[in-house]
């Protein structure tokens, strides 16, 4: 295998309140040059929560994305605090986006988008033995909770009704932890 | 369910060569107002293949991903171009990536990453029936090519060698219409 690219520079090249843009001169193992563009992450660590009420039900939140312009189907998610580690941020934003605390919380493992423009990474967590538990968050409406059978999530992605990819490969490393689990 | 909000106020805050980041003023129905970022996509769809040189198999690549500064396994994925649509795109990225044409390619739906803050969307393609088939890329290198089982893919994804997410949501896709198709 080759090996990584030199990085031969980096620039900041705009950087708005949430977004900051970078240039990364580039020489790859061959010599040859490249610029490319990057999106610098927050500094912080997002965390991404697969939430089961019971061991055949996950819990999805409906929430306006201005991406799309549209309510789209997602997971509870947000970012970890300066102070906390990946599992209390977990805890918390169940508690916020939820309404439900978990007795069982479990790292399933690491989420990039798309790295070869994003630095974002998530960490996903896995939910469970949940009991009601209220704390006010920060979103500016409430968000639609909705209680799926995880044996509908294949039908839901194909029908094009939940198609943000981080919350369908979360699923999926869901699914396949529970199954090792036997 | 509660209406949308309502986008009083776009505007662009900050742009680079590939990037352009915008600001929404948004009003929800209960009056609330906030102002959220967005990243404005490039305008024109990008297409991420799934192709199976058999039907046990699938095709990932390894390449340079300037976002983890590291090398990542994904799927052969591009940019349709003005005059394409997505198969045509697809077709195109499978020969220029892959080194494959292929005979069969079914669309599989799509997907977005972060729409809370990227406007980007994927259209998932199948490729089957694979010949071979060169055309040069506007690769800075030649991407690593690995033959993987289908069958190995959780454990891929628990270990946390396969991490793109768009890759692991475009991969459940394939296995859901694989299986629908029995």
């Known amino acids: 295998m080759r090996t990584c690219p030199t990085?031969?520079?980096?620039?900041?090249l705009a950087e708005s309140g949430y977004f900051q843009i970078e240039a990364l001169h580039?020489?790859?193992?061959?010599?040859?040059?490249?610029?490319?563009?990057?999106?610098?992450?927050?500094?912080?660590?997002?965390v991404m929560l697969v939430a089961m009420p019971d061991p055949e039900h996950v819990l999805l939140v409906r929430e306006y994305a201005v991406g799309v312009e549209a309510k789209v189907l997602g997971l509870p998610k947000g970012g970890a605090e300066p102070d906390e580690d990946y599992l209390q941020a977990a805890q918390r934003e169940l508690i916020e986006e939820v309404g439900l605390r978990?007795?069982?919380?479990?790292?399933?493992?690491?989420?990039?988008l798309a790295p070869g423009h994003l630095?974002?990474?998530?960490?996903?967590?896995?939910?469970?033995?949940?009991?009601?538990?209220?704390?006010?968050?920060?979103?500016?409406?409430?968000?639609?909770?909705?209680?799926l059978p995880l044996a509908q999530i294949p039908d839901l992605v194909a029908r094009g009704e939940l198609h943000e990819?981080?919350?369908?490969?979360?699923?999926?490393?869901?699914?396949?932890?529970?199954?090792?689990?036997?």
């Open 165 to 182: 990819a981080r919350a369908i490969a979360a699923l999926f490393m869901a699914l396949g932890a529970l199954a090792r689990r036997g």
């Open 102 to 112: 978990a007795e069982r919380l479990t790292e399933l493992g690491e989420l990039t």
């Open 7 to 12: 990085i031969l520079k980096t620039e900041l």
């Open 119 to 147: 630095c974002h990474r998530y960490s996903v967590v896995l939910a469970e033995d949940l009991s009601p538990c209220y704390l006010p968050g920060d979103e500016p409406e409430p968000l639609d909770l909705i209680r």
């Open 26 to 46: 580039l020489q790859f193992s061959n010599g040859q040059q490249r610029v490319y563009e990057r999106l610098r992450g927050t500094g912080y660590r997002s």
